[in-house]
């Protein structure tokens, strides 16, 4: 079974972008956050001509899920569902026979003293409480998405220089450890553990002339986690860079994992 995921950075402008990756890399499940657009006006007939079943959950300009899936899934849900759903769509979870799937868009948090931070950390202790309520850490489960934290000093250019990031803060990588301690492994970690990565280039930033890419300075902020079951069964995650070379491409890229999901 392969799984990927990709901030679309709003889904409309990325929908042959995307398309092209489907029909190169052919994922038995597509989640994908930021897609910016209400469920109504989801692009849905052209990813559906491609082979996929669509869940989504969006809004107007901002945030938004999906998850693309050639099998059609036995059950989906959205939002954490402690609160209203004015939360803001930014998770949704597919079951699928033997395992499930959770798709996240985690806040960002824009500055350290804006509420926004305090939001985003409060969202990864609501988060550990909904694993907590739905699953068991012996579960096959899948959690990926844009987490929006950089969980080590080499998943980030220059660490020194983002110790006050909101993606890299102290509190922030605590809170995401926090909510991974409940039971789940980075499958990319587990595979590479000594390799520097990327999946995020900045657009606004430029070193000596070049871009943020092109001087491969970057953030690994997307991952793919994986509860015991799971992670045993990973045989290989890759980052695909040149979605994020093509002109007009989103800030992110496609990461991907394959798992041996046989006899599960």
């Known amino acids: 079974m392969k799984l990927a995921t990709f901030n679309a950075n709003s889904v409309r402008m990325r929908q042959n972008a995307i398309l092209d990756w489907l029909n190169q890399h052919h994922p038995d499940v597509l989640c994908l956050q930021e897609t910016k657009v209400q469920d109504h006006e989801f692009p849905r007939e052209s990813f559906e001509e491609a082979g996929y079943h669509l869940n989504v959950r969006g809004m107007k300009s901002y945030n938004g899920v999906a998850i693309l899936s050639r099998e059609k899934p036995d059950s989906i849900s959205y939002g954490l569902g402690d609160l209203p759903e004015a939360d803001e769509p930014r998770l949704a979870c597919a079951r699928f026979g ?7 868009y985690i806040p960002q948090g824009y500055l350290l003293e804006s509420p926004k931070y305090a939001y985003k950390l ?7 409480t909904y694993f907590e309520k739905h699953f068991s850490p012996k579960d096959p489960v899948l959690w990926c998405g844009d987490m929006n934290v950089a969980p080590r000093d080499m998943d980030v250019h220059h660490p020194e220089k983002h110790l006050t990031h909101v993606c890299f803060h102290e509190d922030a990588k605590k809170a995401y450890a926090q909510t991974l301690a409940w039971g789940f492994e980075d499958v990319f970690l587990k595979l590479h553990p000594g390799r520097q990565q990327f999946t995020f ?3 606004r930033f430029r070193s000596s002339g070049k871009t943020s890419l092109e001087a491969n300075l970057g953030w690994r902020i997307d991952h793919i986690l994986a509860t015991a079951p799971l992670a045993s069964r990973c045989v290989q995650v890759e980052v695909d860079l040149e979605p994020r070379k093509a002109p007009k491409a989103s800030d992110h890229t496609f990461l991907w994992a394959e798992f041996d999901l046989k006899d599960l």
Do not use: A, H
């Open 98 to 104: 033997g395992f499930s799937v959770i798709n996240t």
């Open 201 to 203: 280039w900045d657009y």
């Open 122 to 128: 409060e969202w990864f202790k609501r988060l550990r």
